[in-house]
């Protein structure tokens, strides 16, 4: 398993798929990971406990009664005995208690359910094992005490000074634990998300870790005030003794906490503000089984969520145009429609039958895209819309959906821009018809399947101009209506041709053509 920064990169906009937010410089987010993360958690939670009893060893070294300190020697011989048998016990039974955890981190595998469910109650799980050693200690320490000293009262005196440093150490170890388990965790919630069920949630978190490392200290030393056993009162040394572990160990649990909850709430805010400017290539890794990790989750499912909705946009704007696709998404799912002033352009290849079978049907299909993409650029460079394409034609309106303000003009500039290009190409002979009128315009089809088209005499009228334009040696024709719509700048470019009867319709129809030259 590869340890936490291998986790947490940031390269965003490559092919990798979603990168997770970085988290700061690697020595504040270091953890055991793979085959040495049970072990290695093992022995600082043998550290910790350590520091625990070395504490209590230096308070049982001032315990005396009235008859003097004769009982100490017992007492620390009990504590140290103690430790010779209780250590070694505590060890291996938190490593069998974690046999499942460290199996399937060996073998490099996900884990199940259930595994997921161990590994997160890893830190508590310790910490009550801890607990337990510590208030057997506290009794058997307690009774050796009270046998060892002529007041049987400075038993419960030491049993309750031992209690209290169990508890203390307890605490500082789930949180050293829920820290150093980071990775393992991580990787028990990337097979298993948090659901909803929370191991322990912020608050309790904070509350035990203020009480169990800064109260417990404080209790201990409002109890050598009231110790019946000492009606002197406590020694200078006592009290000073424990106000600085109080402050020690409440410092360093102050830090533990904020750093289980700072670090992944500045990883949230920076991958929502990324989020926020449409980079959905970001995941935040989650490492809290808390109410953290049900955000961290959460924060990625949106990530996702908008990235799936960003792909479905695009390849819905690919196939009906990004002005239809906004519009559909602004106004929703919608059988109705309007009538609108548009220009219909309608662009045709010339002897398309005869050239798929000189080229074949692939590279027909590959002449076709590179053609359409030369009608898109010139079409969308002057704010039209790619209405369909059909076969090896397409039909371009002006005007609709969106409002244009000249859609005469430019349907009339993107008819020369295309007879341009394909000229310059050589690759195809095209015919290009332009017509201007009112049309209806709107999605038609069924509430399942729907398409926007427009629908009007311009429309058909743009297609027979289309055949006609195959024939002129310009390969561009409008209708006189068109020509006359447009502003003079571009109207300059046109000439009055010859009027037409088109197919379909009974009158002669003025025709314009590109000005030579």
Known sequence: MAPVRDHVRVTSGNSRGPQAVRRDQPWTYWAPSGRSAVPAIVLLVLGANLVGVATVAVLLLGVEDAGGDSGRRPVLLAVAAYLVVALPVATVAGL??????????????????????????????????????????????GLVAAAAFPDARVGLRVAVATLLGGLATAGVTYLLVARAARVVTALALTAHPPAGALVLGVRPRLLLGWLLTSGVPMLGVALLFLDPSNPGGPGEGAVVFLVVVALLVGALATLLVARAVGQPLRDLREAVTRIGTGDYDVRVVVDDAGEIGLLQEGVNTMAA?????????????????TTVAQRALDTGISLDGEERTVAALFV?????????????????????????????????????????????????????????????????????????????????????????????????????????????????????????????????????ATVLAAEETERAHWVRDVAVELRGRGEPTPTWVRRAG
Not at 108 to 134: C, K, M, Q, Y
Not at 361 to 386: C, H, K, S, T
């Open 96 to 141: 069998r208690r974690q046999r499942a955890t460290n199996q399937w981190l060996v073998a490099g595998r996900s884990p199940s359910g259930e595994e997921a469910r161990h590994v997160l109650r890893l830190p508590l799980d310790t910490a009550l094992l801890a607990g337990a050693v510590w208030l057997v200690g506290a009794a058997v320490v």
């Open 305 to 321: 969520g908008l990235a799936e909705r960003e792909r479905l946009k695009d390849l819905f704007g690919r196939h009906v145009g």
């Open 348 to 480: 045709d290849i010339a002897g398309s039958t005869s050239l798929v079978r000189r080229t074949g049907p692939e590279q027909m299909v590959g002449l076709l895209n590179r053609f359409f993409e030369v009608v898109v650029d010139a079409i969308e460079a002057d704010g039209g819309l790619v209405n369909k394409f059909e076969g090896d034609a397409a039909l371009c309106v002006f005007g609709a959906p969106a409002d244009h303000p000249d859609p005469a003009g430019a349907a009339l500039r993107a008819a020369r821009r295309i007879g341009d290009a394909v000229r310059e190409a050589g690759e195809v002979d095209v015919g290009v018809g332009v017509a201007c009128g009112r049309v209806w315009a709107g999605q038609v089809g069924a509430a399942s399947r729907l398409e926007y088209t427009v629908i009007g005499d311009p429309v058909n009228e743009a297609a027979r101009l289309t055949e006609v334009a195959k024939e002129h040696p310009g390969r561009v024709v409008a209708s006189e």
